[in-house]
Antibody, heavy 113, light 109 residues
């Protein structure tokens, strides 16, 4: 069974940093592209970043380019999102997504002073 | 800035048929935009329904179908069930960057 479990969310002050992790199981992680998607409270989905299976290709949404960094460790079956210079508007549930077909349950990031 | 537009809300009767659409600010949506559709119910993570315009996942109910219609991507629900009441999002690919539509709130009434 495919499982994606996000962790690392929490409360952080504006300007701070946070690193999200996603532990994958139930599939050959190293063979699949991965994405991060977020959803602000009461709002729609926002795609953030893509990483290819071998990490050779990476894309970012303009809203996070230069502040967020996606990475993966295929030996540890893990996906990461390093988030720097956080803003109040980054407050959201952050989802790890296998390709586009399987979603984790999300981790809440709250940026507030 | 690329904008993907969906109907904010639609209402359908049980057993009826409804079509949700997904338009791109860049022009007509083609298969090259690799349209995906997702369903999200309150308090739940999104669930994938359709990929590559019209391909269904193994768990996608047969009453859901995807297509291109009048320059837009479309999701059609035939024989709507009460449990289909949810938010629906489309996703388009723009040379690597992905963009979600704003979502359609589907009410079954």
């Amino acid at each position: 069974e495919v499982q994606l479990v996000e962790s690392g969310g929490g409360l952080v002050q504006p300007g701070g940093s946070l690193r999200l992790s996603c532990a994958a199981s139930g599939f050959t992680f190293s063979s699949y592209e991965m994405n991060w998607v977020r959803q602000a409270p009461g709002k729609g989905l926002e795609w953030l970043s893509y990483i290819s299976s071998s990490a050779t290709t990476i894309y970012y949404a303009d809203s996070v380019k230069g502040r967020f960094t996606i990475s993966r460790d295929n030996a540890k079956n893990s996906l990461y999102l390093q988030m720097n210079s956080l803003r109040v508007e980054d407050t959201a549930v952050y989802y790890c997504v296998k390709g586009t077909d399987r979603w984790g349950q999300g981790t809440l990031v709250t940026v507030s002073s | 800035q690329t904008v993907v537009t969906q109907e904010p809300s639609l209402t359908v009767s049980p057993g009826g048929t409804v079509t949700l659409t997904c338009a791109s600010s860049t022009g007509a949506v083609t298969s090259g935009y690799y349209p995906n559709w997702f369903q999200q119910k309150p308090g739940q993570a999104p669930r994938a329904l359709i990929y590559g315009t019209s391909n269904k996942h193994s768990w996608t109910p047969a009453r859901f179908s995807g297509s291109l219609l009048g320059g837009k991507a479309a999701l059609t629900l035939s024989g709507v069930q009460p449990e289909d009441e949810a938010d629906y999002y489309c996703l388009l690919y723009y040379s690597g960057v992905r963009v979600f539509g704003g979502g359609t709130k589907l009410t079954v009434l």
